[in-house]
């Protein structure tokens, strides 16, 4: 069996809720004007009630409401796919499998936590929604929850991704968001920015300033998060509970699940579910791959910092290159940000989580190399799980060994051909970080 499909029936009704099987609960997030942990009331003013509250839930499952779940049957459940082409070129014993989210109608995982997020919003009463994104795989999602749920939105994309990507920021246009670039003229934080370097390619972390600036000073709006926070990764818990049922069905269980990481929302919701397994002593290792050029989890320290440029947003204790650090303009925009999720972090710093970097041609490389084999052509983000299924595979064939492995398909590439465009004319370089070095698999159990 090559392809593994669920009825709509069954969906998730409940997201899994991660924090009550940690080993230990994350430190509390710090407002940085007190010092002190954040309040609730501080919470709800900077997003949607109901997001603050399930931000600090300790109810294992939560039940999806209804109207989410409808609207999930758009594109859900989604299939997961063996790469055999992949696993003959490779001529590895393992089985490969992805789970291909990009099946969404806005092409990639961000559509589990976005229609939830409107919904939320516009029960909660809230008018507008204000967001950033990188490569524009968050801010599409969002742009057409808010559509289905009739709220408007406001967006700042990074300027380097908003020049690149066009066609993402056409797409969040068509369906009535408002986009900006980061940094830009319609904030103070912006001005200032663009003041001190005209030619600023801005970061995650500057659109989340120029995000929150906004959100402050209008009363009606709240911010929106794709990928850092508890709930984020609670919404996109569907993608590994999916995954379980659809292995059991085959009756494999997973000794590799990979996913790339900028945030962590893709591999949050793919491996999160299979985390209490590996608790409890299943021979799982869960890998992480990201950019060289921005590899917080390999370079960058577990420590208190601030998930935005200008320190507005609560502290919190994560993995991070530092809140000021501005990544190189890579094609996997989605990936430049300068710090991990809480829980991500977490599980790294708790030895859960192992990780690897890579340059962009190295990753590119992979993406191409998979369309050719398998016919799909993946985002450079998710290009970056690929490299690294194509160096454990290798080991297993090294080994011997009949691993299952696992990656999440985040999204696919087909608003990217410039970017693959400039691979195959070979005119793509590798833009990392100054005296940068990432680490490879050494050290990781294969």
């Not at 998710?382 to 690294?388: E, S």
Request: net charge negative; aromatic share 8%; hydrophobic share 40%.
């Amino acid at each position: 069996m090559d392809r593994v499909d669920l009825s709509i029936d069954d969906i998730p009704t409940r997201w899994y809720n991660v924090l009550p099987d940690l080993p230990r609960l994350p430190e509390k997030y710090i407002d940085n004007s007190t010092g002190a942990p954040v309040t609730r009331e501080y919470l709800e003013r900077l997003m949607v009630r109901a997001m603050a509250g399930q931000e600090s839930s300790l109810e294992r499952w939560v039940t999806i409401p209804e109207q989410v779940r409808d609207a999930y049957r758009m594109w859900r459940p989604t299939p997961l796919i063996r790469a055999v082409a992949l696993e003959r070129e490779l001529r590895t014993p393992a089985q490969i499998w992805f789970k291909y989210e990009a099946s969404s109608p806005t092409g990639s995982h961000k559509l589990n936590s976005a229609i939830a997020q409107a919904y939320f919003a516009k029960r909660d009463g809230h008018r507008r929604l204000v967001t950033d994104t990188g490569a524009g795989q968050w801010g599409s999602a969002l742009a057409l929850a808010c559509r289905l749920m009739d709220l408007d939105l406001l967006v700042f994309m990074v300027r380097a991704s908003y020049h690149q990507k066009p066609y993402r920021r056409h797409l969040m246009e068509t369906y009535g968001a408002e986009v900006r670039p980061s940094p830009g003229g319609a904030t103070r934080f912006g001005r200032r920015l663009l003041g001190e370097s005209p030619d600023h390619p801005g970061s995650e972390a500057t659109a989340v300033s120029e995000a929150i600036e906004c959100v402050h000073d209008d009363a009606g709006s709240r911010l929106a998060v794709g990928a850092f926070t508890n709930f984020c990764l609670l919404h996109h818990s569907v993608i590994g509970l999916e995954t379980r049922r659809q292995l059991e069905s085959i009756g494999r269980s997973p000794d590799y699940l990979i996913a790339s990481v900028g945030c962590g929302s893709n591999l949050g919701g793919l491996a999160l579910p299979f985390l209490e397994d590996k608790l409890n002593g299943a021979d799982i290792t869960i890998l992480a791959a990201e950019p060289e050029a921005c590899a917080p989890l390999t370079h960058g320290e577990y420590r208190l910092d601030f998930a935005d440029s200008e320190g507005r947003a609560p502290g919190v204790h994560t993995y991070t290159l530092g809140h000021d650090f501005v990544p190189p303009p890579i094609h996997a925009g989605g990936l430049r940000y300068h710090g991990c999720a809480p829980l991500v972090g977490l599980i790294r710093r708790e030895g859960l989580l192992d990780a690897v970097a890579y340059p962009q041609t190295e990753v590119f490389k992979a993406g191409a190399e998979f369309a050719r084999l398998q016919g799909y052509l993946p985002a450079p983000e998710t290009a970056h799980a690929i490299r690294a299924v194509i160096e454990v595979a290798d080991e297993c064939k090294r080994t011997g060994r009949d691993a299952t492995i696992v990656f999440s398909y985040s999204g696919h590439g087909l608003l990217d051909l410039p970017a693959y465009g400039r691979y195959n004319a070979g005119l793509l370089r590798d833009v990392e970080a100054e005296d940068f070095v990432a680490p490879r698999l050494e050290g990781i159990a294969v």
